[in-house]
T-cell receptor, first 116, second 112 residues
Framework: GAVVSQHPSWVICKSGTSVKIECRSL??????MFWYRQFPKQSLMLMAT?????????EQGVEKDKFLINHASLTLSTLTVTSAHPEDSSFYIC????????????FGQGTRLTVV | QKEVEQNSGPLSVPEGAIASLNCTYS??????FFWYRQYSGKSPELIMS????GDKEDGRFTAQLNKASQYVSLLIRDSQPSDSATYLC????????????FGRGTSLIVHP
């Protein structure tokens, strides 16, 4: 399968600071990238969908000014958690796919964010 | 609202048995279906995709699709303790932005 690399795999930051998470498709050009958040023992929650070169589409209830998503190229999308608070502590996962109904999405390794 | 339903489990099976995981979906025009495995603390990994009615086999895994009944299942033969994980069903529907809809996942426990 295709490889999606997510960095960092874990990060601890102080409350009020910002954290940037990178998601790269290493061996294919991803027209679409998805960002998810997952709390312990809960299901994946889609935060936003980003298409290369256009603004991200956020799911209802997700603050776009807090979770900044940039998809500047076909191989890179970034999620920046701004002014992080302890309740933002979670497992953030990106996935990437080539636009089309029959194409699967491949996941990055995930980023464990802890805000102290 | 597209929905993908899975029994959260846990489904507990003995080592060597067949584990059967089921998923139903609400949108009749859904076209492609995926099974992902997620170990605790890790991100999901794709294990099977299926697009047409019938069975698709890959090693110990068999995906089954029945579009008329709107369900897709995953069979794991000769279950091993290493298969213990949460299995996520995902469905893609044509039109729109092709956002996959995930079920909440079924927890599988394979005990020795």
């Amino acid at each position: 399968g295709a490889v999606v690399s997510q960095h960092p795999s874990w990060v601890i930051c102080k409350s009020g600071t910002s954290v940037k998470i990178e998601c790269r498709s290493l061996d294919f050009q991803a027209t679409t990238m998805f960002w998810y958040r997952q709390f312990p023992k809960q299901s994946l929650m889609l935060m936003a969908t980003s298409n290369e070169g256009s603004k991200a589409t956020y799911e209802q209830g997700v603050e776009k000014d807090k979770f900044l998503i940039n998809h500047a190229s076909l191989t890179l999308s970034t999620l920046t958690v701004t002014s992080a608070h302890p309740e933002d502590s979670s497992f953030y996962i990106c996935s990437a796919s080539i636009r089309g109904v029959n194409t699967e999405a491949f996941f990055g390794q995930g980023t464990r964010l802890t805000v102290v | 609202q597209k929905e993908v339903e899975q029994n959260s489990g846990p489904l507990s099976v003995p080592e060597g048995a067949i584990a059967s995981l089921n998923c139903t979906y609400s949108d009749r025009v859904s076209q492609s279906f995926f099974w992902y495995r997620q170990y605790s603390g890790k991100s999901p990994e794709l294990i099977m995709s299926i697009y047409s009615n019938g069975d698709k086999e890959d090693g110990r895994f068999t995906a089954q699709l029945n579009k008329a009944s709107q369900y897709v299942s995953l069979l794991i033969r000769d279950s091993q303790p290493s298969d213990s994980a949460t299995y996520l069903c995902a469905v893609n529907t044509p039109g729109g932005s092709y956002i996959p809809t995930f079920g909440r996942g079924t927890s599988l426990i394979v005990h020795p």
